[in-house]
């Protein structure tokens, strides 16, 4: 047995963590564009859509932090790398103020973070599917 086979002490080599993590960064990015078009229907004149949009930040919300707990056993159970999980915890912290921007109708604020969001989600999603496991991981 080589030692690149040999997992660290407390860790295994499972898929789990890494395929969870996908399926939530997928979500996430998912319900992002579900965000940006429930947004887009309701400044196209259907106010009704406004509330479905506040709804659906409380499910991205939840799923950024689901997507950082996912990030967190992706570190602690396959040794994953740790800046993910203070990427998945950004946009939580995000997700929060762009709630914040949208209640108080700050859209000159709303609509850049909102971007900021998608880019960073696109990215951690893009990530995820290239990780090939501890000492593999591509730049």
């Known amino acids: 047995m080589s030692a690149d086979t040999i997992a660290p002490p407390g860790r295994s080599h499972s898929r789990r963590p890494i395929v969870l993590l996908r399926a939530l960064a997928c979500a996430f990015l998912l319900d992002t564009l579900a965000q940006a078009a429930l947004a887009g229907l309701f400044v196209t004149g259907d106010v009704d859509l406004l509330a479905w949009h506040d709804a659906n930040a ?48 700050i859209l000159a604020g709303h609509i850049p973070l909102a971007l900021a969001i998608f880019g960073t989600a696109t990215a951690l999603t893009c990530w995820s599917f290239s990780y090939r496991g501890p000492g593999k991981d591509s730049p």
Do not use: E, K
Request: hydrophobic fraction near 60%; avoid cysteine; glycine fraction near 14%.
């Open 58 to 105: 409380q499910l991205l919300a939840a799923l950024a932090v689901l997507q950082t707990a996912a990030a967190g056993l992706l570190r602690l159970r396959a040794g994953g790398p740790g800046w993910p999980i203070a990427a998945t915890a950004a946009l939580v912290v995000l997700v929060l103020g762009q709630q914040g921007l949208g209640q108080a109708r």
